[in-house]
């Protein structure tokens, strides 16, 4: 499959599980604090088989492809635990995942599960937004003397802000679809209407300070 067709096929899935929903007149408050009209809950795909396993699949080969020398998998907390501890499971690596902060009782970690220094780890995510979660887990294996060699996600918006912060700190990253062909996908199954559109493209404009 070429990288466009898989990135049609997971937004196809994406749309038809209903993990995308549109709010424009009630936005979603994302993790940045930007609002936004649009939310992609990749966490709805782990209840369905065939699209978890896709996701999987999809993700497990860029890890090989891009990462081969890969020790271990980390998975972005929480909703990258999931899905990070399939892949590992399925390419037969270790496993940890890293929290946003260190857990504030118990044994204080902000990264679960055991993970050496030197060891090669690629993380993976659900979904990429303007990328800081994504880097503060990354910052957070670097200091616990892991080799960071990328990240794989789900789903990216595309925005600026995220490749500038991704190639600022040295992350490189591969996404299985993206905000554009989710559009496309949404055009051709009618998932949204052509006012929809237009407010979705107009929000991609400037999303930091749409609606506020
Ligand atoms: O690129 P960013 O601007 O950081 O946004 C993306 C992050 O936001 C979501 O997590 P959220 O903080 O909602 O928490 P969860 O994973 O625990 O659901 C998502 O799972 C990503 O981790
Ligand atoms: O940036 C976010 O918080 C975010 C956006 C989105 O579409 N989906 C999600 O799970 N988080």
Redesign the pocket.
Known sequence: MTQATLAQTVASMLLDVKAVRLSPDKPFK???GWNSPIYCDNRITLSHAKVRTAIRDGLAAAVKAYWPEVDIIAG?????IAQGALVADFLDLPFCYVRPEPKKHGMGNQIEGEIKAGQKVVLV??????????LKAAEALRDAGANVLGMVAIFTYGFNV?SQNFAEKGLKFYTLSDYETLLEEAKKKNYVTESQMITLQEWRHDPANWNI
């Open positions: 994302w993790a940045s972005v907390a929480t909703a990258g995510e659900d979904l990429v937004s303007t990328g800081g979660s994504s995220a």
